[in-house]
């Protein structure tokens, strides 16, 4: 039972709800469904996007690297803005859309990691270029950021 509850108690610790249940109840399911209180429940110990950021800075690693002019990078560290094109310099690495990237500013330092709305090749097409260019290349387009703050997490974070 000690595994169960380990394990419960880390699920929370990570943003997920978590409930224990004697599983030889007789319709354990639908009576907790029904609100019935069966078991111990474990509440989530931070928010989702917190637990989201807390997975993207330590359990991914990445597979490329964006290379952030010295504005990009400044505006990351002190806005935790989503990385727009125009800031971009250069991309390393074989990766799809949804890959864990990071960002390094001038020096080589990292700034952020984050996922990655496009695949290598179409971020290539996009680097350096304003939103206007990117309009006029493209046409109106929902998406922009090359990674939306929301799936960014700052490496001062990280620590």
Not at 24 to 29: D, F, G, H, I, Y
Not at 55 to 74: C, I, V
Request: hydrophobic share 40%; net charge positive.
């Amino acid at each position: 039972m000690i595994t169960k509850v380990r394990a419960a108690s880390r699920a929370a610790q990570s943003g997920a709800a978590t409930l224990i249940a004697p599983g030889s109840t007789e319709n354990v399911l639908l009576r907790l469904w029904a609100g019935e209180e069966i078991g111990t429940y474990f509440h989530p110990g931070v928010a989702k996007l917190a637990a989201r950021k807390r997975w993207l800075a330590g359990q991914l690693r990445p597979t490329g690297t964006l290379h952030l002019d010295a504005g990009a990078a400044r505006v990351l560290r002190e806005k935790g803005s989503s990385l727009l094109p125009v800031g971009i310099t250069a991309a390393e690495g074989d990766f799809q859309r949804g890959d864990l990237l990071c960002c390094v500013d001038p020096e080589g330092q990292e700034v952020a990691r984050g996922l990655v709305n496009f695949a290598r090749q179409e971020v290539l097409l996009r680097l350096g270029k304003s939103s206007k260019a990117l309009n006029t290349l493209f046409g109106d387009v929902d998406e922009i950021e090359i990674i939306h703050r929301d799936n960014l997490v700052l490496s001062s974070d990280r620590s």
